[in-house]
Nanobody, 117 residues
Framework: QVRLVESGGGLVQAGGSLRLSCRAS????????LGWYRRAPGKEREMVAV???????NYADSVKGRFAIARENAGGTVTLQMNSLKPEDTAVYYC???????????WGQGTQVTVSS
């Protein structure tokens, strides 16, 4: 059983920064793929950033150069550093852990990020 707990959301002005953190309980963290997704009001959930078990990262075009995902296997955490925030980044952000071999696809409860103009 995997449990993910996010923290770090909040209200920030455009141009500001926030850092989201997600801590995972359970096994297989170091061999899992990790990601951050978001759902804006009235929109579908979308991928923001992912990092594979090997450390390869991928970002949505809309956040490239502004956001950075990082994993710390020893502590079981994945973070999302968000800089130069824009009002269109406003959404609920979710942490995700996937382990294909173990058939794990776990989600956190979500954390609200609101960027004011």
């Amino acid at each position: 059983q995997v449990r993910l707990v996010e923290s770090g959301g909040g209200l920030v002005q455009a141009g500001g920064s926030l850092r989201l953190s997600c801590r995972a309980s359970g096994s297989f963290f170091s061999t899992s793929n990790l990601g951050w997704y978001r759902r804006a009001p009235g929109k579908e959930r979308e991928m923001v950033a992912v990092v594979t078990s090997g450390g390869v990262t991928n970002y949505a075009d809309s956040v490239k150069g502004r956001f950075a995902i990082a994993r710390e296997n020893a502590g079981g955490t994945v973070t999302l550093q968000m800089n130069s925030l824009k009002p269109e980044d406003t959404a609920v952000y979710y942490c995700n852990l996937q382990h294909t071999l173990r058939k794990i696809d776990a989600w956190g409860q979500g954390t609200q990020v609101t960027v004011s103009s």
